[in-house]
């Protein structure tokens, strides 16, 4: 039986100006597979994740996103954007709109959802992030674990193929993690294909089929938890592991 694949990357490079930020990168993710990247800061690893949904542009490789062929004179990148969710550091909510408001707006905006459609589906996905109390404030009068919840649940309000985490915890305050690392383990349970970029090793050790360790644009390590955590191969990231565990 094959496995559909969601994302392919196949020799990639990418340069911000003279800079190389990253090398020849391969990977590929098939549908249901939970990958966590980790790494140095600066390796490339927001970059990475940003060039499988466009918000960057690879130079050289290729990458095809849920068979969407990623190159400089594609013209269908809202269909990418659509079908890849994304979670950023920093929440990244609408300020002026309300939760409920922040979930409908894709659905209705992009995806042409009806309007009522797209409330029931953004009750049902706040609902699932266990915030349906919070539709009708404004994301300034939540706090950080719970605007983290609301953006995971605006995300899958446009029924994405994959969800991309980009360091989703690290500007919470610690006793906030756990809520939205539970919300994330909740995903992969329920079968969603996630990459995420994270340092939580917890997380990885729990979710994760694979992780994926960068160092200066290359991709030096990939291997089980297990073997990653308790056989790492390669000096550098045995170092790193040595840093933050
Ligand atoms: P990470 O997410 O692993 O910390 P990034 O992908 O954010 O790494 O950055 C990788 C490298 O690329 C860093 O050296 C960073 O300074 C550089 N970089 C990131 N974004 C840009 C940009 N828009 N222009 C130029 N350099 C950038
Ligand atoms: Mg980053």
Known sequence: MSVETIIEVRNVSKWYGAFQVLTDINLTVRKGERIVICGPSGSGKSTLIRCFNRLEAHQEGDIVVDGIHLHAKMRNISDVRRNVGMVFQHFNLFPHMTVLMNCMVGPMWISGVPEAEARARALKYLDRVRIPEQANKFPVQLSGGQQQRVAIARSLCMQPAVML?????????????????????????????????????????????????????????????????SNPRHERTKLFLGQIL
Request: net charge negative.
């Open 165 to 229: 985490f980009d360091e989703p915890t690290s500007a919470l305050d610690p006793e906030m993690v756990s809520e939205v690392l539970e919300t994330m383990t909740g995903l992969a349970k329920d079968g969603m294909t996630m990459v995420c970029v994270t340092h939580e090793m917890g997380f990885a050790r729990a979710v994760a089929d694979r992780v994926i360790f960068m160092n200066a644009g290359q991709i030096v390590e990939e291997a089980k938890p297990d073997e990653f955590f």
